[in-house]
């Protein structure tokens, strides 16, 4: 099983709606992280957080919102979806100690119309 | 402040040429620099990462990238390109001054290798 899972892994959604993107892991991560994708601008941070009660914002926050409902589960939402928040997103656990690697779930391919 | 600049969006190579990506860094600490790859409808995997010591660092895939303080660079190389290595390419920094450990990713560089 893989470690960090995403779903949905593709949404397609209309202007105007709520979505919300979720994030879980098994490997026992403090340390989780929203990025998003878009072609040519590589990955840039949303949100993350250090633990359950420690969130913070990332260089592109607005419009979206993060919840971090356990250690293994951190959700994006996105309030009211518009068309340039269509991208590919990732998030990523780290471990809280020293200088460990960042591991990626698969992706959400969103389509907002 | 930290920034990624990777030179060229897009890279061929023949099959069995060397490979060579490059990535320059701004970072106004000592920096944590790591190489990502990305496979089609895939997440990004590590390929390589330096902290500290040794300046040239090997990874998975026959993949080595040099730390060179003086050029503020740490480019990627592979002595052969296998058509397995076509992918995209990620060149990250570290803020590990911070303490946040958050990466701070380059554009990415797409291998296409050609048979």
């Known amino acids: 099983d893989a470690d960090v899972t995403q779903t949905p892994r593709n949404r397609i959604t209309k202007t105007g709606k709520r979505i919300m993107l979720e994030c879980s892991q098994t490997?026992?991560?403090?340390?989780m992280y929203w990025y998003r994708q878009d072609p040519g601008l590589g990955l840039q941070l949303i949100y993350y957080s250090f633990d359950v009660k420690d969130i913070n914002k990332g260089e592109i926050s607005d419009g979206y919102s993060v919840s971090r409902q356990a250690q293994a589960k951190f959700s994006l939402s996105l309030e009211s979806a518009i068309p340039n928040q269509t991208a590919l997103y990732f998030c990523a656990t780290r471990s809280g100690v020293g200088t460990d690697t960042q591991y990626f779930g698969p992706g959400t391919r969103l389509t907002v119309l | 402040a930290q920034s990624v600049t990777q030179l060229g969006s897009h890279v061929s190579v023949s099959e069995g040429a060397l490979v060579l990506l490059r990535c320059n860094y701004s970072s106004s600490v000592p920096p944590y620099l790591f190489w990502y790859v990305q496979y089609p409808n895939q997440g990004l995997q590590l390929l390589l990462k330096y902290t500290t010591g040794a300046t040239l660092v090997k990874g998975i895939n026959g993949f080595e990238a040099e730390f060179k303080k003086s050029e503020t660079s740490f480019h990627l190389t592979k002595p052969s390109a296998h058509m397995s290595d076509a992918a995209e390419y990620f060149c990250?920094?570290?803020?590990?001054?911070?303490?946040?450990?958050?990466?701070?990713f380059g554009k990415g560089t797409k291998l296409s290798v050609i048979p």
């Open positions: 490997k026992g991560h403090d340390r």
């Open positions: 990250a920094v570290s803020d590990s001054g911070a303490g946040s450990y958050q990466l701070t």
